[in-house]
T-cell receptor, first 111, second 118 residues
Framework: GNSVTQMEGPVTLSEEAFLTINCTYT??????LFWYVQYPGEGLQLLLK?????DKGSNKGFEATYRKETTSFHLEKGSVQVSDSAVYFC??????????FGQGTRLTINP | ETGVTQSPTHLIKTRGQQVTLRCSSQ?????VSWYQQALGQGPQFIFQ???????GRGNFPPRFSGLQFPNYSSELNVNALELDDSALYLC?????????????????FGPGTRLLVL
């Protein structure tokens, strides 16, 4: 079945550092890919998405490119802020039914 | 445009009891999905409702059941609560479960209901 594997955390960086959180997936066909973010005590917020190969999703300085050849959707940000501290989830969907999530990566940014 | 709302925000129950959680979908959305998120884990799909019918179910026992109403709001019911049911329950709404070949419709999440079973 479909699955998502994320880089294990926690990840701790200093403010203004470069961020990469790795995400790879297993799926038949062409899933859509997502990054969601969860701040402490809150639900999930959609961060960005990509629906086909070579698409780049971007939002709030975060970017991820749908790489079908490597089945990856790594999340990047050039300069992180303290306010980016949260848990980040990579997910895929095929059809309009269920999202399949990775285990999440906890990110802490120190000032 | 209102977002997805859930109630209650927190709930404490004892083992064996029953619980009902509620979700109002985002304006214009006709599909509601429910997820369970255990502490430190990613969300797991429970089921989805489209136009008042169940439209797919994850690996959860029958004591997890749901409803969707004509206004597309939804309820999640859990009977015979167990300690392992303690989790954050997330509702997500989307548009297009019924679209032909419905591909990758984005799901928007509510803030969740945190359930503690003692």
């Amino acid at each position: 079945g479909n699955s998502v594997t994320q880089m294990e955390g926690p990840v701790t960086l200093s403010e203004e550092a470069f961020l990469t959180i790795n995400c790879t997936y297993t799926a038949t066909g062409y899933p859509s890919l997502f990054w969601y973010v969860q701040y402490p005590g809150e639900g999930l917020q959609l961060l960005l998405k990509a629906t086909k190969a070579d698409d780049k999703g971007s939002n709030k300085g975060f970017e991820a490119t749908y790489r079908k050849e490597t089945t990856s959707f790594h999340l990047e940000k050039g300069s992180v802020q303290v306010s980016d501290s949260a848990v980040y989830f990579c997910a895929l969907i095929q059809g309009a039914q269920k999202l399949v999530f990775g285990q999440g990566t906890r990110l802490t940014i120190n000032p | 445009e209102t977002g997805v709302t859930q109630s209650p925000t927190h709930l404490i129950k004892t083992r064996g009891q029953q619980v009902t959680l509620r979700c109002s979908s985002q304006s214009g959305h006709n599909t509601v999905s429910w997820y369970q998120q255990a502490l430190g884990q990613g969300p797991q799909f429970i089921f989805q409702y489209y136009r008042e019918e169940e439209n797919g179910r994850g690996n959860f026992p029958p004591r997890f059941s749901g409803l969707q109403f004509p206004n597309y709001s939804s309820e999640l019911n859990v009977n015979a609560l167990e300690l392992d049911d303690s989790a954050l329950y997330l509702c997500a709404s989307s548009l297009g479960a019924g679209l032909a070949g419905g591909r990758g419709e984005t799901q928007y999440f509510g803030p969740g209901t945190r359930l503690l079973v003692l």
